[in-house]
């Protein structure tokens, strides 16, 4: 079976998220999106664990419906063209701040188990060590190897996967609070670490200048806090539909079940390049060096970017491609392209209902992106949207970076491309 999985995000109970970030509104996006499996997120807290246990039921091994009571309040609201299946998996991320080695650790988490059982054990642990009833992505005090003996301790199938891994502010090989190799923060439990997420911010090709990381499968999530943001990064499987199957694609990616990953253009990340959101400054990292790590117009240290960071870390050159990786396709939101084809904002009503449009016209969001044929795509009713998705298919887009929490711009048609189009069609 070949599904998408989207595995790490957030209930409304964490922070900096929307109220609409609950599990009716997860099956349902994940269905316009094309989202087969989503992690649950936050089961560490008190309110959304009990959410879970009294909105889901078990379903495949490992894996989670959402009970019939509650689909049917969300089902006449999908198109038809976008009704699916959609199971969960419970997933929470986990913020440990501490300090090793002479220096402040903060470094994010992910963390997935099978059953509620297990799950509900592990919050019993957490409890002890600190709030886990302040926010749905708790903040502890906890070595993030010894977060990993918990989890292994409470169940020997539950999985442990640092979140992320290059943000500068809060991951495992990140500029600001970091180490420089998994091992250092994981030391002898590093053999449990199979996996890690690239986050939005860098892609594979990135990840593999870095021959450390050969050994571990890398993975994309959405991260995402609100609903529409859902499959923004993903992964394509080709298993069966279970939690033990999933995790071992993962282990053993040689074994060709796991396909693919969906990924953000990098650039349009927030902490792609360096750079000083204050002052409005993006910086490159030879810019950097050359202003000695400040910003030019304050003077206060720029936040140096996960590019700079995977140049500094890295032992091979731009380009380099290790054999067996699997690949990965980098993608523009469809709302963003509608957008950038009439010149709105993402959510503007105009935006938004021609979205929905397309999905009842032509299926899934990911359908359209990945796999709808253009002369499909020129049946829409919107004259320049096959062009530009053959500009963002054949990677021919403009970019803005990213830096220092500003999210980066991608263009998929300029100025020139829209009027050459429109005359052509004219």
């Known amino acids: 079976m070949r599904f998408i999985a989207d595995l790490h995000v ?3 109970l964490s922070r900096a998220t929307s109220k609409h970030m609950n599990l009716e509104n997860l099956y349902r996006w994940a269905q316009l999106k094309g989202v087969t499996l989503v992690g649950t997120g936050d089961f560490t807290h008190p309110q959304w664990f009990k959410e879970i246990g009294e909105k889901l039921e078990p379903a495949e091994p490992g894996l989670f419906s959402l009970k019939k009571e509650y689909r049917k309040s969300v089902d006449e609201d999908v198109p038809e063209s976008c009704r699916a299946l959609v199971r969960f998996m419970l997933s929470v991320e986990i913020s440990s701040i501490y300090k090793k080695n002479g220096k402040t650790r903060k470094v994010h988490n992910l963390i997935f188990f099978p059953d509620l059982q297990s799950a509900g054990r592990f919050n019993a642990m957490l409890q002890k060590v600190g709030n886990i009833a302040s926010d749905g992505r708790p903040i502890l005090g906890l070595d993030s190897k010894e977060l990993l003996r918990m989890a292994l301790d409470t169940s020997p199938d539950s999985y442990f996967v640092p979140a992320h891994i290059w943000t500068p502010h809060f991951s495992v090989l990140g500029s600001n609070s970091g180490f420089d190799s998994i091992e250092e923060c994981f030391e002898e439990l590093t053999p449990y670490i199979h996996c890690g997420e690239t986050g939005l911010s860098s892609d594979p090709p990135m990840n593999w200048r870095l021959s450390a990381l050969d050994k571990i499968t890398l993975i994309s ?16 499987f080709s298993t069966d539909l279970s939690y033990f199957a999933i995790i071992n694609a993962l282990n053993f990616p040689e074994k060709g079940e796991f396909l693919e990953t969906i990924e953000f253009f990098p650039e349009e990340g927030k902490y792609h390049l360096d750079g000083c959101r204050a002052c409005g400054q993006c910086m490159t990292p030879e810019e950097t060096l050359k202003h000695k790590g400040r910003c030019p117009t304050c003077g ?7 590019m700079h960071r995977v140049i500094d870390l890295s032992d091979r050159p731009s380009g380099f491609a290790p054999d067996g990786r699997p690949p990965f396709v980098s993608l523009v939101g469809l709302a963003e392209i509608i957008s950038n084809i009439h010149g709105v ?4 009503k105009k935006v938004q209902n021609e ?3 397309l999905l009842r016209l032509l299926g899934n969001e990911l359908f359209i992106l990945m796999d ?7 049946t829409s009713g919107l004259s320049l949207l096959p062009a530009a998705i053959d500009s963002m298919r054949k990677r021919d887009v403009e970019i803005i970076p990213g830096y220092d929490g500003e999210y980066g711009k991608v263009m998929v048609l300029n100025d020139k491309e829209k009027a050459a189009n429109q005359l052509s069609l004219f």
Do not use: M
Not at 221 to 236: Q, T
């Open 10 to 12: 957030h209930s409304y």
């Open 221 to 236: 999530n959405s991260d995402a806090h609100s609903p529409d943001r859902l499959a923004r990064e993903a992964n394509i």
């Open 300 to 306: 206060r240290k720029v936040t140096v970017g996960v």
């Open 345 to 348: 904002g993402p959510r503007s």
């Open 355 to 357: 979205y929905f449009r």
């Open 372 to 378: 709808c044929p253009l002369s499909d795509l020129k």
